[in-house]
């Protein structure tokens, strides 16, 4: 397998995944509008791989000029980050939510079946499984009851790839159910700029440590966990990135089916775990306040990672430690540039 489609590839998840894909010898075209991304993400995936690589700046969702990504390219796998992805926007914009998320995987999977490419690699959450029925989380646990668009776009889009795969099963598909992706590359030259205020917590945290936010909302202090705080498995995005390769390995070397894995330390770290984490690791000064808890959260939720240990060979290997210091480190290049 050698020529990799990626739509959203100067995202966060899915500029990492390149600088992978590349430094491993993989061709790459990459589609993205910039959405929520831009130009520097391109530039610096060059620079970091020394790679050349094609590049269409195109909506997923336009089925013509997607159309020509796969008539002037020899497609082998197709990797979708191509998706929105703020919970509480989705809650106000559905419809958008909807359209890029479902109706942009349903033309890219209409184009692949047309073109012959049939190993799709798609990002999904660990958001499926609702309100988990044990913990760890495991991939055989019941998913549905998504409490938002964005959690629902994702589970709709597994049900679809289950229904192609049974229509159809020389497709060969990996459902990656990421946890909860955060830090950065360690150059510093790529990691998250999420619009607006951040909604998630590391890139808060970051955001408070630089003096842009003036203090952290700890989202409730009586959950039944250890101290309180709300336990999730946070995995640094080089690791995520590279279980994008692992995947692209399977499909390369089993016979067609439909797999899925959850993408986790299976270690699960609380709010005030991070905070603590963060100011040692950089040695600043997390300022905060517990206020009440956030509508949707879970208490807990965290990965059993053995699936993808055996059948992907896929281990997280960076830690705690390394999660805060490259998301400071990306967070002060991006003060710099301020
Ligand atoms: C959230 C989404 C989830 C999505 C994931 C993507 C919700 C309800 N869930 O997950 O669907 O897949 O992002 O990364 O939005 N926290 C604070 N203060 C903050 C922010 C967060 O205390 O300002 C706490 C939360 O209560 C939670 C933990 O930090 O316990 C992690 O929150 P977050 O980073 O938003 O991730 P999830 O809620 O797991």
Redesign the pocket.
């Known amino acids: 397998m050698k020529k990799i489609l990626v739509t959203g590839g100067a995202g966060y998840i899915g500029s990492h995944t390149c600088i992978d894909l590349l430094n491993n010898n993989m061709e790459v075209v990459i589609v993205d509008n910039f959405s929520n991304s831009n130009e520097k993400a391109l530039d610096a995936i060059k620079k970091l791989t020394g790679k050349e690589f094609k590049f269409y700046k195109i909506d997923y969702t336009d089925k013509d000029e997607m159309e020509k990504v796969f008539l002037e390219n020899d497609i082998d796998a197709v990797i979708n980050f191509a998706g929105f ?1 703020a ?1 509480g926007e989705s809650v106000k914009m559905p419809l958008e939510y909807y359209t890029n998320n479902v109706y942009g995987a349903l033309v890219l999977l209409d184009l692949m079946r047309k073109h012959n490419v049939k190993k799709f690699v798609f990002s999904s ?1 660990a ?1 499926v499984y609702g309100d988990p029925e044990k913990m760890p989380l495991t991939e055989d646990c019941k998913i549905g009851g998504t409490t938002n668009p ?2 629902t776009s994702k589970l709709m889009i597994e049900y679809i790839l289950q229904d192609l795969y049974k229509s159809d099963n020389t497709w060969d598909i990996v459902i990656l159910r990421y946890f ?2 955060v830090g950065a590359h360690e150059s510093g030259l790529i990691g998250e700029v999420p619009k607006g205020t951040p ?4 890139p ?1 945290i970051s955001r408070v440590a630089a003096g842009k936010l003036k203090e ?5 202090n009586d959950y039944d966990t250890k101290d309180g ?2 336990i ?1 498995d946070y995995i640094h995005v080089v690791d995520l990135a590279h279980a994008h390769l692992k995947a692209l390995e399977k499909l390369n070397k089993e016979d067609s089916g439909i797999y899925i894995y959850n993408v986790g330390t299976g270690t699960g770290y609380s ?1 005030f775990d991070m905070i603590n984490a963060f100011e040692k690791a950089n040695n600043v000064k997390i300022p905060y306040k517990v206020v009440s808890r ?1 509508d ?2 879970l208490p807990v ?1 965290y990965a059993d990672t053995k699936k993808a240990k055996e059948e992907l060979g896929f281990v997280a290997t960076k830690n705690l430690e390394d999660m805060c210091k490259d998301e400071w480190n990306f967070q002060k290049n991006l003060n710099k540039e301020d």
Do not use: E
Not at 199 to 202: D, G
């Open positions: 992805k919970v959450s958001t964005y959690g909860n992706p909604n998630n917590l590391m808060y952290l909302s700890v989202f409730g705080t709300g999730r709010v956030r949707g959260d939720s």
